[in-house]
């Protein structure tokens, strides 16, 4: 249930979801706001990269921020919900 919480937090599944392809860093993981839902304020940015920072999903490299070995297992695990939510998507 924690990991549920965690990933139910606003941005936070937004943050691993764009951390999949590679590193990137604050001001690029805000520039992602238009490809997402809404604006993401800095504070709210720094508060889910700290959260995914405590639970070892996401790490600082020299590069930005980016998934660990746990973060990248747990995008395996929600990738296949992209083909399913858009597939959802279209009976609604």
Excluded: C
């Amino acid at each position: 249930m924690a990991l549920f919480d965690l990933l139910g937090r606003r941005w936070a599944m937004g943050i691993v979801w764009n951390l999949h392809a590679g590193p990137l860093t604050f001001r690029a993981l805000q520039a992602l706001r238009g490809r997402t839902s809404g604006f993401i304020s800095p504070s709210v940015l720094n508060a889910r990269i700290k959260d995914l920072q405590d639970a070892k999903l996401v790490a600082r490299t020299l590069d930005g921020y980016a998934l660990t070995g746990l973060g990248q297992e747990l995008f395996a695990l929600i990738e296949p919900l992209e083909a399913y939510s858009q597939k959802w998507g279209k009976v609604l």
